[in-house]
C-alpha cells in the first residue's frame, strides 16, 4: 500500500491504527504538524463526516479544553474514553508478552518504555497506553499473538 500523500490521508491513517481517541497535541506530535494545523485538516474531515471531534476537558484551570479525535462509527458522539494512566518505573507487558519498565509518559497517550525480557531487552519503545497492559505477579504469562499463523 502506498504511503498517505496528502494530509488529510496521513490524519486518517493516524485514526485507524490508534484502539482510542487522540488528542490534538498527540496527533501534532506524531505527525510533526502544529496543534492549528490538526485543527484545520480534523475541520475538514470533520465536515466531511469522515471523523469525529469529542471536545475534552481542560488540563488544568485555565486554557481550551484539549479536543480529541476518532474516525466516524468508532466511539459514540460525546463520549470520551478514559485514557489509562501508566506511571514512571512501573513493569507493564507489551502487546507481544514480553515485559517492559515504563520511562515516561509522551503526551497524554504514549508511554516510552524500555524492554527487560525478550530478544528486544534494553531497547526502547514508545507505544499507545491502551496497548499495554500492567504487570501481576503470578498471573501466567499469555502467549504472544503471532499474525499470519494458520490454526
Known sequence: ????????????????RMPAPMDTGDIAS?????????????SRLE???????????????TGRPADSWALTG????????????IAPDSIVITPTG???RVI???????????YITGPERFQRGTLHVNLLREYQPGRE????????EAA
Open 1 to 16: 500500500m502506498p504511503a498517505p500523500r496528502t494530509s488529510d490521508e496521513r490524519f486518517l491513517k493516524l485514526l485507524e
Open 30 to 42: 506524531t505527525l510533526g504538524w502544529t496543534r492549528q494545523n490538526v485543527q484545520l485538516v480534523g
Open 47 to 61: 465536515r466531511a463526516e469522515k471523523v469525529v471531534r469529542l471536545k475534552g476537558e481542560r488540563d488544568g484551570s
Open 74 to 85: 468508532t466511539v459514540p458522539k460525546g463520549s470520551v474514553a478514559a485514557v489509562k494512566q
Open 98 to 100: 514480553e515485559e517492559a
Open 104 to 114: 515516561g509518559a509522551k503526551g497524554k497517550c504514549f508511554v516510552e518504555f524500555e
Open 141 to 148: 504469562k499469555p502467549e504472544p499473538v503471532r499474525i499470519g
